[in-house]
Protein backbone atom coordinates (compact mmCIF):
# COMPACT_ATOMS: atom_id res chain seq x y z
CA UNK A 1 0.00 0.00 0.00
CA UNK A 2 1.08 3.50 -1.06
CA UNK A 3 0.93 5.93 1.68
CA UNK A 4 0.85 8.66 -1.11
CA UNK A 5 -2.60 8.68 -0.06
CA UNK A 6 -1.92 10.40 2.83
CA UNK A 7 -0.97 13.79 1.06
CA UNK A 8 -3.25 16.18 -0.40
CA UNK A 9 -1.72 18.19 -3.44
CA UNK A 10 -4.40 19.80 -4.21
CA UNK A 11 -4.63 21.98 -0.85
CA UNK A 12 -3.72 25.34 -0.30
CA UNK A 13 -0.03 25.16 -0.51
CA UNK A 14 2.66 26.61 2.09
CA UNK A 15 5.53 28.61 0.94
CA UNK A 16 7.66 26.78 -1.54
CA UNK A 17 11.00 25.32 -0.79
CA UNK A 18 14.29 27.19 -1.62
CA UNK A 19 15.12 24.89 -4.29
CA UNK A 20 16.17 25.58 -8.05
CA UNK A 21 13.12 25.12 -10.10
CA UNK A 22 15.95 24.16 -13.23
CA UNK A 23 19.22 22.53 -13.03
CA UNK A 24 22.08 24.60 -12.83
CA UNK A 25 24.45 24.80 -15.83
CA UNK A 26 26.58 21.95 -16.06
CA UNK A 27 24.41 19.87 -13.46
CA UNK A 28 23.41 16.81 -16.17
CA UNK A 29 27.27 14.96 -15.88
CA UNK A 30 26.90 15.36 -11.64
CA UNK A 31 23.42 14.47 -11.72
CA UNK A 32 24.03 11.11 -13.92
CA UNK A 33 27.13 10.40 -11.25
CA UNK A 34 24.76 10.53 -8.35
CA UNK A 35 22.16 8.28 -10.02
CA UNK A 36 24.22 5.82 -10.79
CA UNK A 37 26.23 5.40 -7.58
CA UNK A 38 23.63 6.22 -5.01
CA UNK A 39 23.14 3.40 -2.72
CA UNK A 40 20.31 1.70 -3.90
CA UNK A 41 19.63 4.13 -6.64
CA UNK A 42 16.39 5.57 -7.77
CA UNK A 43 15.72 4.75 -11.55
CA UNK A 44 12.61 7.42 -11.10
CA UNK A 45 14.77 10.35 -10.07
CA UNK A 46 17.61 9.58 -12.90
CA UNK A 47 17.79 12.62 -15.26
CA UNK A 48 15.76 10.96 -18.16
CA UNK A 49 12.84 9.84 -16.22
CA UNK A 50 12.74 12.48 -13.85
CA UNK A 51 12.67 15.01 -16.91
CA UNK A 52 9.82 13.11 -18.27
CA UNK A 53 8.19 13.23 -15.21
CA UNK A 54 8.68 16.41 -14.13
CA UNK A 55 7.48 17.82 -17.47
CA UNK A 56 4.86 15.49 -18.42
CA UNK A 57 3.13 14.25 -14.99
CA UNK A 58 3.96 17.13 -11.91
CA UNK A 59 2.07 19.88 -10.65
CA UNK A 60 4.37 23.01 -11.51
CA UNK A 61 4.97 23.31 -8.15
CA UNK A 62 7.45 20.44 -7.88
CA UNK A 63 10.75 21.65 -8.50
CA UNK A 64 13.83 19.93 -8.43
CA UNK A 65 15.80 19.75 -4.71
CA UNK A 66 19.78 20.00 -5.01
CA UNK A 67 22.20 20.15 -2.50
CA UNK A 68 25.98 20.33 -2.64
CA UNK A 69 28.82 20.13 -0.03
CA UNK A 70 31.58 23.25 0.63
CA UNK A 71 33.21 22.51 -2.50
CA UNK A 72 30.32 22.83 -4.74
CA UNK A 73 30.21 19.12 -5.43
CA UNK A 74 26.36 17.66 -5.85
CA UNK A 75 26.04 14.97 -2.62
CA UNK A 76 22.34 15.27 -3.17
CA UNK A 77 18.97 15.71 -5.11
CA UNK A 78 15.20 14.34 -5.64
CA UNK A 79 11.91 16.35 -6.65
CA UNK A 80 9.61 18.25 -4.02
CA UNK A 81 6.46 20.11 -3.77
CA UNK A 82 4.33 21.27 -1.21
CA UNK A 83 1.81 19.21 0.37
CA UNK A 84 -0.07 18.07 2.89
CA UNK A 85 -0.19 15.65 6.04
CA UNK A 86 -3.77 14.04 6.56
CA UNK A 87 -5.22 16.62 4.57
CA UNK A 88 -4.33 19.20 7.10
CA UNK A 89 -0.45 19.76 7.94
CA UNK A 90 1.82 22.09 5.36
CA UNK A 91 4.52 20.42 4.38
CA UNK A 92 7.02 20.17 2.00
CA UNK A 93 7.04 16.31 0.05
CA UNK A 94 9.54 14.82 -2.26
CA UNK A 95 7.59 14.23 -5.18
CA UNK A 96 6.57 10.52 -6.31
CA UNK A 97 3.70 9.66 -8.37
CA UNK A 98 1.45 6.76 -9.52
CA UNK A 99 4.06 5.96 -11.98
CA UNK A 100 6.71 6.11 -10.15
CA UNK A 101 6.33 4.72 -6.78
CA UNK A 102 9.88 4.65 -5.48
CA UNK A 103 10.46 8.16 -3.48
CA UNK A 104 14.39 7.13 -2.55
CA UNK A 105 16.38 10.34 -2.57
CA UNK A 106 19.50 10.63 -4.43
CA UNK A 107 22.85 10.84 -1.79
CA UNK A 108 26.40 10.48 -2.28
CA UNK A 109 27.26 7.04 -1.27
CA UNK A 110 30.14 8.06 0.45
CA UNK A 111 28.20 9.88 3.41
CA UNK A 112 24.44 9.20 3.02
CA UNK A 113 23.68 10.81 5.92
CA UNK A 114 25.49 14.29 5.62
CA UNK A 115 24.19 14.01 2.05
CA UNK A 116 20.40 13.52 3.59
CA UNK A 117 20.85 16.30 6.27
CA UNK A 118 21.85 18.93 3.25
CA UNK A 119 18.87 18.08 1.61
CA UNK A 120 16.64 18.48 4.26
CA UNK A 121 18.44 21.75 4.87
CA UNK A 122 17.33 22.61 1.15
CA UNK A 123 13.48 21.99 1.58
CA UNK A 124 13.54 23.24 5.09
CA UNK A 125 14.32 26.44 3.16
CA UNK A 126 14.11 29.26 5.37
CA UNK A 127 12.38 27.66 8.33
CA UNK A 128 15.26 25.79 9.36
CA UNK A 129 14.22 22.87 11.36
CA UNK A 130 10.50 24.34 11.79
CA UNK A 131 9.12 22.37 8.70
CA UNK A 132 7.49 18.91 8.55
CA UNK A 133 8.71 16.94 5.63
CA UNK A 134 7.74 14.06 3.74
CA UNK A 135 9.34 10.99 2.32
CA UNK A 136 6.67 9.20 0.61
CA UNK A 137 7.11 5.86 -1.12
CA UNK A 138 10.17 5.34 1.24
CA UNK A 139 12.31 2.13 1.04
CA UNK A 140 12.65 2.25 5.56
CA UNK A 141 15.37 0.10 5.63
CA UNK A 142 17.62 1.27 2.61
CA UNK A 143 20.55 3.11 2.90
CA UNK A 144 18.42 6.27 2.76
CA UNK A 145 15.87 5.14 5.59
CA UNK A 146 18.46 4.44 7.61
CA UNK A 147 20.35 7.85 7.22
CA UNK A 148 16.52 9.51 7.75
CA UNK A 149 16.64 7.87 11.11
CA UNK A 150 20.11 9.19 12.63
CA UNK A 151 19.34 12.37 10.82
CA UNK A 152 16.35 13.05 13.26
CA UNK A 153 17.56 10.99 16.47
CA UNK A 154 20.82 13.51 16.00
CA UNK A 155 18.93 16.31 15.43
CA UNK A 156 15.96 15.83 18.01
CA UNK A 157 13.24 15.84 14.85
CA UNK A 158 10.34 13.17 15.26
CA UNK A 159 10.40 10.73 12.72
CA UNK A 160 6.97 8.89 12.44
CA UNK A 161 6.30 6.02 9.72
CA UNK A 162 2.71 5.87 7.61
CA UNK A 163 1.53 2.79 5.77
CA UNK A 164 4.19 0.59 6.58
CA UNK A 165 4.01 -2.15 4.79
CA UNK A 166 6.25 -4.74 2.56
CA UNK A 167 6.89 -5.38 -1.06
CA UNK A 168 8.27 -7.78 -3.10
CA UNK A 169 11.77 -7.25 -4.34
CA UNK A 170 15.18 -9.75 -5.66
CA UNK A 171 18.21 -9.16 -4.59
CA UNK A 172 19.80 -12.02 -6.80
CA UNK A 173 23.97 -11.90 -6.09
CA UNK A 174 22.37 -12.57 -2.56
CA UNK A 175 19.98 -15.49 -2.82
CA UNK A 176 21.17 -19.01 -2.37
CA UNK A 177 19.29 -20.61 -5.36
CA UNK A 178 18.26 -18.96 -8.79
CA UNK A 179 13.87 -17.53 -8.46
CA UNK A 180 12.99 -20.81 -10.38
CA UNK A 181 14.71 -23.45 -8.42
CA UNK A 182 13.36 -22.09 -5.64
CA UNK A 183 9.64 -22.87 -6.52
CA UNK A 184 8.02 -25.72 -5.56
CA UNK A 185 8.57 -28.49 -8.09
CA UNK A 186 4.91 -29.11 -9.03
CA UNK A 187 4.63 -25.51 -9.81
CA UNK A 188 7.92 -25.53 -11.79
CA UNK A 189 6.21 -28.70 -13.39
CA UNK A 190 3.15 -26.56 -14.04
CA UNK A 191 4.71 -23.76 -15.69
CA UNK A 192 6.60 -25.66 -17.63
CA UNK A 193 3.46 -27.37 -19.51
CA UNK A 194 1.89 -24.31 -19.69
CA UNK A 195 5.14 -22.99 -21.80
CA UNK A 196 4.63 -26.38 -23.99
CA UNK A 197 1.28 -25.18 -25.15
CA UNK A 198 1.97 -21.92 -25.90
CA UNK A 199 4.57 -23.66 -27.89
CA UNK A 200 2.10 -25.46 -29.77
CA UNK A 201 0.45 -22.13 -31.34
CA UNK A 202 3.53 -21.11 -32.56
CA UNK A 203 7.20 -20.63 -32.73
CA UNK A 204 7.75 -19.20 -29.49
CA UNK A 205 10.78 -16.34 -29.04
CA UNK A 206 12.35 -14.36 -25.88
CA UNK A 207 12.65 -10.75 -27.29
CA UNK A 208 14.76 -8.08 -25.38
CA UNK A 209 15.24 -4.20 -26.34
CA UNK A 210 17.03 -2.15 -24.28
CA UNK A 211 18.40 0.70 -26.72
CA UNK A 212 16.37 2.97 -27.93
CA UNK A 213 16.93 2.05 -31.47
CA UNK A 214 15.17 -1.27 -30.02
CA UNK A 215 12.70 -0.20 -28.18
CA UNK A 216 11.13 1.82 -30.55
CA UNK A 217 10.37 -1.45 -32.61
CA UNK A 218 8.63 -3.16 -29.27
CA UNK A 219 6.51 -0.05 -27.48
CA UNK A 220 4.20 0.72 -29.40
CA UNK A 221 3.36 -3.42 -29.41
CA UNK A 222 3.81 -2.94 -25.51
CA UNK A 223 1.04 -0.16 -25.36
CA UNK A 224 -1.06 -2.14 -27.64
CA UNK A 225 -1.38 -5.45 -25.62
CA UNK A 226 -1.75 -3.51 -22.21
CA UNK A 227 -4.42 -1.65 -23.77
CA UNK A 228 -6.68 -4.51 -25.20
CA UNK A 229 -6.46 -6.05 -21.70
CA UNK A 230 -8.36 -5.13 -18.35
CA UNK A 231 -6.72 -1.58 -17.80
CA UNK A 232 -8.19 -0.43 -21.72
CA UNK A 233 -11.65 -1.70 -20.63
CA UNK A 234 -11.53 0.53 -17.50
CA UNK A 235 -9.77 3.31 -19.22
CA UNK A 236 -6.24 3.05 -16.97
CA UNK A 237 -4.01 1.97 -19.76
CA UNK A 238 -1.02 4.03 -20.60
CA UNK A 239 -2.77 5.41 -23.87
CA UNK A 240 -5.80 6.16 -21.95
CA UNK A 241 -4.29 8.81 -20.13
CA UNK A 242 -2.10 11.56 -23.07
CA UNK A 243 0.11 12.55 -20.04
CA UNK A 244 1.21 9.39 -19.11
CA UNK A 245 1.48 8.37 -22.95
CA UNK A 246 3.77 11.50 -23.15
CA UNK A 247 5.90 10.46 -20.48
CA UNK A 248 5.95 6.91 -21.71
CA UNK A 249 6.90 7.90 -24.78
CA UNK A 250 9.71 10.61 -23.37
CA UNK A 251 11.13 7.99 -21.61
CA UNK A 252 11.61 5.02 -23.99
CA UNK A 253 12.78 7.44 -26.46
CA UNK A 254 15.42 9.35 -24.03
CA UNK A 255 16.89 7.15 -21.69
CA UNK A 256 20.13 6.04 -22.92
CA UNK A 257 20.86 2.09 -23.31
CA UNK A 258 20.36 -0.03 -20.75
CA UNK A 259 18.46 2.64 -18.62
CA UNK A 260 14.86 1.29 -19.84
CA UNK A 261 14.28 -2.32 -21.00
CA UNK A 262 11.52 -4.17 -22.60
CA UNK A 263 11.53 -8.09 -22.45
CA UNK A 264 8.86 -9.81 -24.66
CA UNK A 265 7.19 -13.51 -25.17
CA UNK A 266 6.47 -13.63 -28.41
CA UNK A 267 4.17 -16.36 -30.60
CA UNK A 268 5.15 -16.18 -34.19
CA UNK A 269 6.50 -13.00 -34.12
CA UNK A 270 3.35 -11.75 -31.82
CA UNK A 271 3.73 -10.85 -28.19
CA UNK A 272 1.73 -12.19 -25.79
CA UNK A 273 3.67 -11.14 -22.49
CA UNK A 274 5.49 -7.91 -22.08
CA UNK A 275 7.34 -6.60 -19.27
CA UNK A 276 8.83 -3.13 -18.93
CA UNK A 277 11.55 -2.01 -16.82
CA UNK A 278 14.01 0.92 -15.64
CA UNK A 279 17.38 0.83 -14.14
CA UNK A 280 19.97 3.36 -12.85
CA UNK A 281 22.95 1.79 -10.85
CA UNK A 282 22.64 -1.63 -9.58
CA UNK A 283 18.57 -0.94 -9.02
CA UNK A 284 15.81 -2.24 -11.02
CA UNK A 285 12.06 -1.68 -10.83
CA UNK A 286 10.25 -3.77 -13.10
CA UNK A 287 7.21 -0.94 -13.97
CA UNK A 288 4.69 -2.09 -16.22
CA UNK A 289 3.51 -5.73 -16.99
CA UNK A 290 0.81 -6.65 -20.20
CA UNK A 291 -0.33 -10.41 -21.43
CA UNK A 292 -2.42 -11.38 -23.77
CA UNK A 293 -5.54 -12.33 -21.40
CA UNK A 294 -6.76 -14.59 -23.86
CA UNK A 295 -4.12 -17.14 -23.14
CA UNK A 296 -4.22 -16.00 -19.41
CA UNK A 297 -4.48 -20.32 -18.48
CA UNK A 298 -0.89 -20.43 -19.81
CA UNK A 299 0.12 -17.63 -17.65
CA UNK A 300 2.24 -15.58 -20.19
CA UNK A 301 2.99 -12.97 -17.69
CA UNK A 302 4.34 -15.23 -14.95
CA UNK A 303 6.36 -16.38 -17.58
CA UNK A 304 8.13 -13.50 -18.88
CA UNK A 305 8.46 -12.26 -15.49
CA UNK A 306 10.58 -15.34 -14.76
CA UNK A 307 12.46 -15.16 -17.67
CA UNK A 308 13.11 -11.42 -16.58
CA UNK A 309 14.13 -13.13 -13.11
CA UNK A 310 16.73 -14.50 -15.03
CA UNK A 311 18.33 -12.17 -16.97
CA UNK A 312 18.62 -10.39 -13.77
CA UNK A 313 19.94 -12.84 -11.67
CA UNK A 314 22.68 -13.59 -14.95
CA UNK A 315 23.36 -9.50 -14.57
CA UNK A 316 26.67 -9.60 -11.37
CA UNK A 317 26.31 -5.64 -11.48
CA UNK A 318 22.32 -6.13 -10.71
CA UNK A 319 21.94 -5.91 -6.72
CA UNK A 320 18.33 -4.97 -6.54
CA UNK A 321 15.22 -5.32 -8.05
CA UNK A 322 12.19 -3.98 -7.19
CA UNK A 323 8.77 -5.11 -8.34
CA UNK A 324 6.96 -1.77 -7.36
CA UNK A 325 3.81 -4.02 -6.25
CA UNK A 326 1.18 -3.44 -3.92
CA UNK A 327 2.05 -5.57 -0.55
CA UNK A 328 0.46 -9.59 -0.82
CA UNK A 329 0.68 -9.20 -4.82
CA UNK A 330 -1.06 -12.94 -5.67
CA UNK A 331 1.73 -13.19 -8.24
CA UNK A 332 4.87 -11.90 -7.83
CA UNK A 333 4.71 -12.45 -4.17
CA UNK A 334 4.81 -15.93 -5.00
CA UNK A 335 7.90 -16.03 -7.37
CA UNK A 336 10.41 -13.38 -5.43
CA UNK A 337 11.40 -14.66 -1.50
CA UNK A 338 12.74 -10.98 -0.75
CA UNK A 339 10.77 -8.02 1.09
CA UNK A 340 11.05 -4.09 1.36
CA UNK A 341 9.48 -2.74 4.07
CA UNK A 342 7.96 1.01 2.52
CA UNK A 343 5.83 3.44 3.69
CA UNK A 344 5.78 7.15 3.89
CA UNK A 345 8.49 8.72 6.56
CA UNK A 346 7.45 11.58 8.41
CA UNK A 347 9.92 14.29 9.84
CA UNK A 348 8.38 16.49 12.18
CA UNK A 349 9.99 19.90 13.18
CA UNK A 350 12.94 20.09 16.09
CA UNK A 351 10.77 18.65 19.51
CA UNK A 352 7.46 17.94 17.12
CA UNK A 353 4.79 19.81 17.45
CA UNK A 354 0.71 19.52 17.89
CA UNK A 355 0.51 19.75 14.42
CA UNK A 356 2.57 17.56 13.20
CA UNK A 357 1.20 15.21 15.86
CA UNK A 358 -2.38 15.62 14.64
CA UNK A 359 -1.03 15.43 10.93
CA UNK A 360 0.29 11.71 11.75
CA UNK A 361 -3.41 10.60 13.32
CA UNK A 362 -4.90 11.67 10.45
CA UNK A 363 -2.76 10.36 7.92
CA UNK A 364 -3.17 7.12 9.50
CA UNK A 365 -6.33 7.22 9.55
CA UNK A 366 -7.04 7.46 6.22
CA UNK A 367 -4.43 5.04 5.22
CA UNK A 368 -6.23 2.77 7.29
CA UNK A 369 -9.66 3.55 5.24
CA UNK A 370 -8.11 3.43 2.12
CA UNK A 371 -6.67 0.13 2.91
CA UNK A 372 -10.14 -1.16 3.72
CA UNK A 373 -11.78 0.52 1.09
CA UNK A 374 -9.19 -1.72 -1.31
CA UNK A 375 -9.99 -4.36 0.50
CA UNK A 376 -13.66 -4.37 -0.78
CA UNK A 377 -12.66 -3.62 -4.09
CA UNK A 378 -10.03 -6.90 -4.64
CA UNK A 379 -13.28 -9.25 -3.43
CA UNK A 380 -15.44 -7.66 -6.03
CA UNK A 381 -12.65 -8.30 -8.95
CA UNK A 382 -13.36 -11.53 -11.31
CA UNK A 383 -11.18 -13.96 -10.14
CA UNK A 384 -7.61 -14.26 -11.79
CA UNK A 385 -6.57 -11.05 -13.30
CA UNK A 386 -4.38 -10.05 -10.78
CA UNK A 387 -2.00 -12.95 -10.93
CA UNK A 388 -1.18 -11.69 -14.16
CA UNK A 389 -0.17 -8.37 -13.28
CA UNK A 390 2.38 -7.17 -10.47
CA UNK A 391 2.25 -3.38 -11.48
Known sequence: MSAREALSESAPSPA????????????????????????????FFAPAILGAALEHLAPAAVSLAVAEDAAGRLVALAPVGPARLGRL???????????????????????????????????????PGRRTLLFPD??????????LHSLAATT?????????????????????????????AKTRKELARQLRRLGDLGPLEWRSATTPRERADLLESFLALE??????????????????????????????A???????????????????SFRAGGTVVTWKIAHDEALGRFSPGVQVMLQASEYFEADPSV????????????????????????????????????????????????????AELRALIRRARRPGRAKEDPS
Not at 138 to 147: E, R
Open 258 to 276: GEARLDALTIAGRPVAMLA
Open 319 to 370: ALVDSLASAGHPMIDRLWPGRQAMGLAVLGPVGGSAAFRAGVLLAQGEVRAR
Open 89 to 127: VPAVSVYTHLYGPLGTPLLDPADPVAALARLVAVMDGGQ
Open 156 to 184: GRPLAVIGRHERAILRPQAMAEKVRAGLP
Open 227 to 256: AAGWKGQRRTALRDRADALAFTRSVFESAA
Open 16 to 43: RPATRSLPPAGLGPEWRRLARDAPEANP
Open 138 to 147: MPIDSAAGSA
